[in-house]
């Protein structure tokens, strides 16, 4: 068993850039996200709230956390607090292939 959970990826985008596309990509899949949290100049964190229904009609409910890892690079986390580990991995996976050109890829 992974020590960290497998839901995460890391990005070189700016943090406010980040939180806008991250906030977007659950606007398109149909995910309310009361506020947009305000990112600074200065910030090295942010948090979104997670409330939802999965395929199930289940609640998923949880956060995005997105934090400064090293310089230049951030760490966006999803972390599950109410519902279904699977679907919560399926939420992820639909999120991060919105995200997919802000996905830090060493190969590429």
């Known amino acids: 068993v992974p020590s960290r959970p497998m839901t995460r ?10 939180v806008p596309l991250i906030c977007e990509a659950l606007h398109r899949l149909g995910v309310p996200v009361p506020t947009v949290p305000a990112v600074s100049a200065g910030d090295m964190s942010a948090m979104v709230r997670v409330i939802t229904r999965d395929s199930r009609m289940c609640t998923l409910q949880g956060k995005i956390v997105v ?42």
Request: with cysteine.
């Open 67 to 108: 934090e400064c890892v090293a310089e230049g690079i951030f760490e966006i986390e999803f972390l599950k607090v109410k519902g279904d580990p699977l679907e919560w991995r399926r939420f992820f996976k639909k999120v991060a292939v919105l995200c997919k050109d802000a996905i830090y890829r060493p190969d590429v």
């Open 9 to 18: 990826f890391f990005s070189p985008w700016e943090l406010k850039i980040l």
